[in-house]
């Protein structure tokens, strides 16, 4: 059984182009999360979603930031007019059921803004 | 709302050495707790946890039990070996939540041989 997938697993980006970063889930897996681990710092908690529904946002910045988790393919978290404090390890997890159930955490992208 | 704070690091240790990490919480309602550890360019595996106070979870010979009298839930393993060397993050999840696992900080794990 393969494990949550992320891609790419780097990415360089200049200031102001467009990040996506994708996360395929484990298989049977409907939730998905994202988290942010910044240098230094612990994940931080960014969205939630299910199938075709964000469940919770509220760690997400305001600007620039989206995530989505079609009916078919990956989730896909989009960073606008990327800028240097994007620079961080993004990190996807999946668990086959909401919020009190064990996540399971990809490799993570590791963004980097030049 | 919630938080999680775990001991400074890093901590360096001797192959064999005990090994405590500590970890406190602050959380509503009653959270589950977790401890991942995450290896050099990798992403977090979950080493083990616990949903309900007094529970103890173990796994690969580290152990660490709920207690809500302490809001606590150290990380102990009885003999360390340099292959423990990693970044180990205690986390919660709120039981009636939907907003994800509140991490540590994280404390980075050195075990010399």
């Known amino acids: 059984n393969a494990g949550v997938m992320q891609n790419p697993r780097h990415l360089v980006r200049r200031r102001g182009q467009e990040a996506r970063l994708r996360c395929s889930p484990m298989?049977?897996?409907?939730?998905v999360y994202w988290y942010r681990q910044l240098p230094e710092e612990g994940l931080k908690f960014m969205v939630y979603l299910q199938k075709e529904n964000i469940i919770d946002e509220s760690g997400m910045p305001k600007e620039r930031f989206s995530a989505e988790f079609p009916k078919e393919g990956p989730s896909i978290l989009r960073i606008q007019q990327v800028v240097r404090g994007d620079s961080a390890a993004y990190f996807c997890?999946?668990?086959?059921?909401?919020?009190?159930?064990?996540?399971?955490f990809g490799p993570g992208t590791r963004l980097t803004v030049t | 709302g919630n938080s999680v704070t775990q001991m400074e690091g890093p901590v360096t240790l001797s192959e064999e050495a005990f090994l405590t990490i500590n970890c406190t919480y602050t959380a509503t309602g009653y959270p589950s707790l977790f401890w991942y550890v995450q290896y050099p360019g990798e992403g977090l595996q979950l080493l083990l946890k616990?949903?309900?106070?007094?529970d103890k979870g173990s796994n690969k010979g580290f152990e660490a039990t709920y207690r809500k009298e302490t809001t606590s839930f150290h990380l102990e393993k009885g003999s360390v070996q340099v292959s423990d060397s990693a970044v180990y993050f205690c986390a919660l999840v709120s039981g009636g939540g939907a907003d994800g696992l509140t991490f540590g900080k994280g404390t980075h794990l050195i075990i010399q041989p």
């Open positions: 616990a949903t309900k106070a007094d």
């Open positions: 997890a999946s668990s086959p059921r909401g919020v009190s159930y064990e996540q399971y």
């Open positions: 298989k049977g897996h409907s939730h």
